[in-house]
């Protein structure tokens, strides 16, 4: 998701208050990392949710799991909407 510059920092707040807070109540998720990245004018950021199983998304967000669920003022800071959402497996997890 790319926001224009001058927006980045409302849409983070707006992000995380709409977003964040709201995957991280829903049962099955076991967290959630939001990153920013500015450069060229423009923030780019990601939202990583992490969940005990596939089947818990779809419990959440209905059969379709690839489909994005725009937030509904996404499109006032995004400079376009991702029409997909990437799925992966964890593989291995070593934090230090």
């Given at each position: 998701?790319t926001?224009?510059?001058?927006?980045?920092d409302e849409?983070e707040?707006?992000?995380?208050?709409?977003g964040?807070?709201k995957l991280?109540?829903?049962?099955?998720?076991?967290g959630?990392?939001l990153m920013?990245?500015?450069?060229?004018?423009?923030?780019?950021?990601?939202?990583?949710s992490?969940?005990?199983?596939?089947?818990d998304?779809?419990?959440?967000?209905g059969?379709?799991?690839?489909?994005?669920?725009?937030?509904?003022r996404d499109?006032?800071?995004?400079?376009?909407?991702?029409?997909?959402?990437k799925h992966?497996?964890?593989?291995?997890?070593d934090?230090?």
């Amino acid at each position: 998701m790319t926001a224009i510059a001058a927006k980045a920092d409302e849409y983070e707040k707006y992000l995380y208050e709409a977003g964040v807070k709201k995957l991280e109540a829903i049962n099955g998720n076991l967290g959630v990392q939001l990153m920013r990245r500015d450069a060229n004018g423009e923030a780019e950021f990601t939202v990583i949710s992490y969940w005990a199983s596939k089947d818990d998304v779809k419990r959440y967000v209905g059969e379709d799991i690839e489909k994005t669920r725009n937030l509904p003022r996404d499109g006032e800071y995004l400079i376009e909407l991702e029409p997909n959402v990437k799925h992966f497996d964890l593989k291995t997890n070593d934090w230090k």
